[in-house]
């Protein structure tokens, strides 16, 4: 499977932005998907996650109430939705899959997510 991912850009503080991620690949897979970040210095966190049916969300605690994930499998894309960003966001975003959604946020030792995509860039000025 392979991820595209697209939206960043640079925003202002309180401002909004819209990632997405199209996946490609394989045809009828049923992957969970997430997205990650990664800010200079830092270590990559994870941000959000979703199931496959979309029926099951997890949000890192500070993008709680600000951040919104999402899929249509239809157009194989998922997309983040980032409102009131702070400076702090700043960060290069990566969207994941896998087959299991646990496994996006919390993979067992030695076990590799199905795809990574691309980063892209958020800035958050203040």
């Known amino acids: 499977v392979q991820l595209q991912a697209s939206g960043g850009g640079l925003v202002r503080s309180g401002e909004s932005l819209r990632l997405s991620c199209a996946q490609s690949?394989?045809?009828?897979?049923?992957?969970?998907m997430g997205w990650f970040r990664q800010a200079p210095g830092k270590e990559r966190e994870v941000v959000a996650a979703?199931?496959?049916?979309?029926?099951?969300?997890y949000y890192t605690q500070s993008v709680k109430g600000r951040f919104t994930i999402s899929r249509d499998n239809a157009k194989s894309i998922m997309c983040l939705n980032m409102t009131s960003l702070k400076p702090e966001d700043t960060a290069a975003y990566y969207c994941?899959?896998?087959?299991?959604?646990?496994?996006?946020?919390?993979?067992?030792?030695?076990?590799?997510?199905?795809?990574w995509g691309q980063g892209t860039l958020v800035t958050v000025s203040s």
């Open positions: 690949g394989i045809p009828g897979s049923r992957f969970a």
């Open positions: 979703i199931s496959w049916s979309g029926k099951t969300t």
């Open positions: 994941t899959a896998d087959g299991d959604f646990d496994f996006v946020i919390h993979p067992p030792p030695g076990h590799e997510r199905a795809a």
